[in-house]
């Protein structure tokens, strides 16, 4: 793969919760597709650029904890609550989340989440009215668009992971 093209200080994310090391076949399985992977980390440089305008950083990064948080992913859950502290979240803003008390955080924080939630957990229940609720809480077309990409990457990342320490598992039975 071409790391130059991969901007400096990009994660592996998915490398990095699955606990895939150099080495490990389960890794070399997973970079046999180089597109699949470069492509992977430049989404993920994408959705998390600083300088995305619309959706804050700590914006898109409480909607990814709380996506992965309630899809059991803790591993993935912790690294975006991690990252998410680093760029100036609170501790006590994520614990509202944690409890679904949207309506204690700031509005437009609280219409996110509650975004992510519905299309994490039920897509198929989404309406236009939900999208006027973030409009009301001042979310821009591209903001929202952005935010749906944003949850479908994190699935998508947590699905990845989890295939990964599957087949890290039935690896490590195998050999035993």
Do not use: C, W
Request: no cysteine.
């Amino acid at each position: 793969m071409t790391e130059s093209i991969i901007p400096a200080g990009v994660p592996d994310t998915i490398d990095a919760v699955a606990g895939l090391r150099d080495g490990d076949a389960v890794a070399a399985l997973r970079r046999a597709r180089d597109k699949v992977q470069l492509h992977t980390r430049l989404s993920e440089a994408a959705l998390f650029d600083p300088a995305l305008p619309d959706l804050s950083l700590i914006e898109r990064l409480h909607a990814a904890r709380y996506v992965a948080l309630k899809s059991n992913a803790d591993a993935l859950a912790s690294t975006y609550r991690t990252r998410l502290l680093d760029a100036g979240g609170t501790a006590e803003d994520i614990a509202r989340a944690d409890t679904d008390a949207f309506d204690t955080l700031p509005p437009r924080l609280g219409a996110i989440l509650a975004h992510a939630r519905l299309l994490a957990q039920a897509p198929v229940d989404a309406r236009p009215a939900d999208l006027d609720a973030l409009k009301s809480a001042g979310l821009t077309t591209p903001a929202i668009v952005a935010l749906s990409q944003l949850v479908a990457f994190v699935a998508y990342q947590l699905r990845v992971g989890a295939a990964a320490r599957a087949l890290q598992a039935r690896a490590a039975k195998e050999a035993a």
